[in-house]
């Protein structure tokens, strides 16, 4: 059996499972929606767990795909009891603090098994991975960090132009009419005067004047890549996520350099990764420069343009 770690209605998932179905793969899906009782687990890594009143056995599951979410293994809701709110918020601490110990060596145990990603390693620190990638040999843009204006004056002069966005994930929510996105954006004059002498700790980085933009998902050892020719459209020359759908960007397949690959391979190694989308700029200096990578990142606009079927390559690698 195939187990399956995801989050509801992820387009990516459902694709797999429809490739899986098509094997006539037999897979079970645990979203966070799914409330699930840890029946037994064993120090060695064997474990029942119970879901739907259904009973599944760690012996049964021949591989695991992280994809996004994660189990939840029981709902803590004291709320209900006549402890007092001192001692019931201090309890609910260490019963989070258990269950947290436990859920994390269930996914130990899960990765002893054939893995596509693992939970324990989905979240990546992007200062942390800019980091490492320059120790490793990538070329990145040059990157700051502060709360000083006279310290983003000296950066500018020093660098010339400028873009933001934020250290940790893109935030993203919903109003009654509308969705609202951070993106990268380019630093204005505008925006450094109307900013006062300190402000929240903020990065920044040297703009690339860039001739593309290349997505690639990393999976298997191998690197399905694509060219995003964004920097003609003054919408998109930015962050290329600022659709536009009434002119769009060509997307076209894409080769990364063999030593690129090389240490790509080596820092996702480092980074635990078995798979990610990894983004890089193709700079006027003809050279190539690493920007970030999403372990749980969309690879359906990587497969789909390119005509590369990912979702039926990582269906058949855990079939097989």
């Given at each position: 059996?195939?187990?399956?770690?995801?989050?509801?209605?992820?387009?990516?998932?459902?694709?797999?499972?429809?490739?899986?179905?098509?094997?006539?793969?037999?897979?079970?899906?645990?979203?966070?929606?799914?409330?699930?009782?840890?029946?037994?687990i064993a120090i060695n890594g064997e474990f029942v767990f119970k879901k739907d009143d259904i009973f599944y056995y760690s012996n049964d599951i021949s591989s695991v795909?992280?994809?996004?979410?994660?189990i939840n293994l029981i709902d803590l809701n004291i709320?209900?009891?006549?402890?007092?709110?001192?001692?019931?918020?201090?309890?609910?601490?260490?019963?989070?603090?258990?269950?947290?110990?436990?859920?994390?060596?269930?996914?130990?145990?899960?990765?002893?098994?054939?893995?596509?990603?693992?939970?324990?390693?989905?979240?990546?620190?992007?200062?942390?991975?800019?980091?490492?990638?320059?120790?490793?040999?990538?070329?990145?843009p040059r990157t700051i960090i502060t709360t000083s204006?006279?310290?983003?004056?000296?950066?500018?002069?020093?660098?010339?132009s400028l873009i933001t966005k934020g250290s940790s994930e893109g935030s993203y929510f919903r109003s009654k009419d509308y969705w609202f996105y951070s993106y990268t954006e380019k630093l204005t004059d505008d925006m450094i005067n109307e900013s006062g002498e300190s402000f929240f700790p903020s990065l920044f980085q040297k703009q690339i004047q860039k001739k593309f933009e290349v997505r690639?998902?990393?999976?298997?050892?191998?690197?399905?890549?694509?060219?995003?020719?964004?920097q003609?459209?003054?919408?998109?020359?930015?962050?290329?996520?600022?659709?536009?759908?009434?002119l769009p960007n060509r997307n076209v397949p894409f080769n990364l350099p063999m030593e690129v690959q090389r240490l790509s391979r080596k820092l996702m190694k480092t980074l635990h990764l078995?798979?990610?989308?990894?983004?890089?700029?193709?700079?006027?200096?003809?050279?190539?420069?690493?920007l970030e990578v999403n372990p749980v990142g969309q690879f359906g606009m990587v497969s789909t343009p390119c005509n590369y079927y990912i979702e039926k390559e990582i269906a058949e690698y855990l079939c097989n």
């Open positions: 059996m195939i187990l399956i770690i995801s989050n509801t209605n992820d387009q990516s998932t459902i694709k797999v499972i429809d490739w899986l179905s098509f094997r006539k793969a037999e897979f079970l899906l645990i979203t966070p929606n799914d409330v699930i009782e840890l029946v037994k795909w992280y994809r996004r979410g994660d709320d209900n009891t006549t402890i007092a709110g001192d001692i019931r918020n201090a309890l609910l601490a260490s019963l989070n603090s258990e269950l947290f110990t436990i859920k994390e060596f269930l996914y130990y145990s899960l990765a002893q098994k054939k893995t596509l990603n693992n939970y324990l390693y989905s979240n990546v620190n992007k200062l942390v991975v800019l980091r490492k990638a320059k120790e490793i040999g990538l070329q990145i204006k006279k310290v983003l004056l000296e950066f500018k002069n020093d660098f010339g690639s998902f990393y999976f298997n050892d191998k690197f399905y890549s694509m060219a995003i020719f964004s003609n459209n003054l919408k998109t020359q930015c962050d290329y996520r600022k659709y536009d759908h009434s078995d798979s990610g989308s990894i983004d890089f700029i193709y700079g006027d200096d003809d050279n190539f420069y690493f």
